[in-house]
Structures are given as C-alpha cells and as structure tokens.
C-alpha cells in the first residue's frame, strides 16, 4: 500500500508518522511552493516518514500520472492547504475521495454556509465583501451587536477579530484584503458574521465509504486579546455519550453528509446556543495542534489513529463504537500565552515540564528566537497536556503556569 499525502503538517505529520510505523509507505507532495507556507506550518514536518517528497507539483495533470504510475493508494491532505489538491487527485485517479458536487464548500466558508444552510442546519448570519467599506456597510445596516471578521478560507485564528463597530469593521476587513492567508493564497474578499452566543466546541470525525464515527469531542476556552483577537486558552475532552457530546454528534453528522465528506477526517466547529447548535466552520482534514499519543491515553483514541487504521482498512470504521466513553481521569490541553515580546527562553520547556500534571510539552519555537506577544493560536509559543485523577490538581498547575508567564516564563 503506498499513500500520498499532501502538505504533511501540523497533525498530518503525525499522521504519516502512524502509518510509516504501521510499514506503509508514504510519499509528500506540497500543494504550493514552500515559501508560501508559514514557518509555524513547516517546522512541523518529517522528512524521514517519506520514501520520497515529490516537492511542489504546479502541474496537476502530471502529478496524477506520476502518482499513477506509482500505484498510490490514496491520496489524503494533511492539513487545510491540501484539501483540494488531495480530493481533485483523488477524483482523476478513480480513489475514494468526498463528494466531487461543491468541493469548494468544503474551503470556501462562505459557500460552506450556504450548503449546510440548504440542509436545514444552522449557520452565523453573515455576508461576504470586496472591500473595507462594504464590510462596514454591511454591518452597520445588520444590527448585530458584534461581528466576527475573517478571511473566507483559512485555519487556526488568521486574521481574526472580534469588532463591535462599523470603524473596526472596516479595519479588520482591510487587513484581511490586505494580506494572504496562512497557506499563502490571497485573500480577494473577506467573511462577515454573526458573532455567536455560547459555547464553543469541536468534533473531530473520521469518515469512510459514507460512515462517519466521531473520534474526539473537546470544549474550547479562549480569551478576548488586546486587539480584540481571539486567544485559545485551553481545551477539554467532552464524552460523546453525554447529552451535550450526542446533541454535538448528531448535528455534525448532519453537516458531514451536507458537505458531501464521506471518506476523509474533519474538524468540525460548533457553538451551542440558547437556540441550539450553530455551525462555525468544518474542515475536511485533521484537526490541528494536538498530540495523537496523549489523547489515546487519556480519551481511548485519537482522530489521528482513527484515521490511520481507516486508510489502512476502511471497513473497520464500521466496527468503531462511538458512543462509548473511554475517558480516564481528567485531561486539559493548554495553549501558551506570552505577554512580552523578546528572545525565547531556553528554560521554559523545562520549567513547565516540572509541573506535576504536565505530560506532555510542545514548544512551537526555538530558544533565543524573537517571540512576539501572543495575539493568536499563530503566534503562541506552544501547548502542554495537563493530566490527573482530579481536576483541581489540573487547575492548580494551570494557575500555577499563568503566573509565571505574567512573570515572562517564555522570554529571556
């Protein structure tokens, strides 16, 4: 078996890290030139996970007979970039892909609206626009307290921000038009919404022939930042046997067969309101920024496992119970939050590692590297895993950690 897996980052590493340990062979191929990928996207690849990297492949026609020729298996994304890439190669070679009607759905968040929308579920009100001005037009004539801007197809918290004025509107649609996003596309118009009321959580599902299981089901917490950016703070495992995780469940099920995805992994996004649940945004990927070896020890399995052994065997899917709690003790997955900006600390790791609940430390830097303050997930220094039988020691080390980064813990 030989799998292709287009731009291998953040969680997609670790994904062709489980399937080479598994003997199947990978091969890499970038749906871009590098330098259009962020080094926060980068320095998360493998090389040594691949029999070959194919590099970037600007013709499409060309990579489809390569990979042919080579007798791929499959074609997968590792990470929001290759969607497309991943699923169009698929469809030319005649290997199981998502739905071939609107794949842009499946990237595009506005056009992503609309279809789950057609399906009967729920989505922010919200508009698309071409310039600042627009945007803060739009907005003054909704009567939305606050809105949401954004570009239309990104990941993690690029360009994001929270504004509660048509004049920050305006800013931030600006900036949004003004730049690309952190694949490197241009950003030609910029996303409008409904800021919502709840709380927010994600699903991360695998699907296969048509078969979705859910893998893991965490609450966000995040904080408002100083330029009104959304800061993660920390997450937590939600069992899907709750009454919350089958309320969860049972919409972002829905939302996958309106999408059309039927044979990938994906991240699904979702506010639970006073109203019900409201889809944020689905990616037809892995979610990011996680550590697979961890979330198997402490919630029974990870997407990333998951979607290795469905690659491997996609009918084994079937045999997976999703509805059974495999929780153990109490998990919290902690992004990092600088409040200084200077050279990284050559101590931080360890210092944090000390801590009795940390078990597991990812640093998204380099000692002496120029740190900025955390505005966003981009530029956060990294994450830890905090894991014990009670919860109030989590919460202890969690306060404990927040002081000292008040105190400049990732900064010399």
Known sequence: MRIAVVDGYSTGAALAQRLHAAGIECLHVQSRPAGDFTPYLLRSYRPGDYSRDLGYAP??????AWLNNARVSRVVAGTESGVMLAESVSLALGLPTNSPAQPAARRDKALMAKVVRAAGLATPYATTARSAAEAAEWFAASGLPDAVVKPRASGGSDHVRFCSTPEEVAEAAARVLGDRNIFGEPNTTV??????????YYVNTVSARGVHRVAEIWRYTKRRGPASTPIYDYEEPVSVSSTVGQILRSFTVSVLDALGITETPAHTEVMLTADGPVLIETGARLGGATAPGIVEKYCGTSQTSLAAAALIDPASLTGFNDTHDRHVGALRNVEFINPF????????????????????????????TLLEATSDLLNSPGYAYLAADHHQDIEQDYTTLRAWESEGLHTM
């Open 341 to 368: 900006r200077g050279p990284a600390s050559a101590d931080a790791l360890t210092k944090v590692a000390s801590l009795p609940t940390v078990v597991h430390v990812a640093y998204a830097t380099d000692p002496g």
């Open 59 to 64: 013709d499409t026609g060309a990579l489809v």
């Open 191 to 200: 996303l409008v919404q409904q800021r919502l009321e709840g709380t927010e």
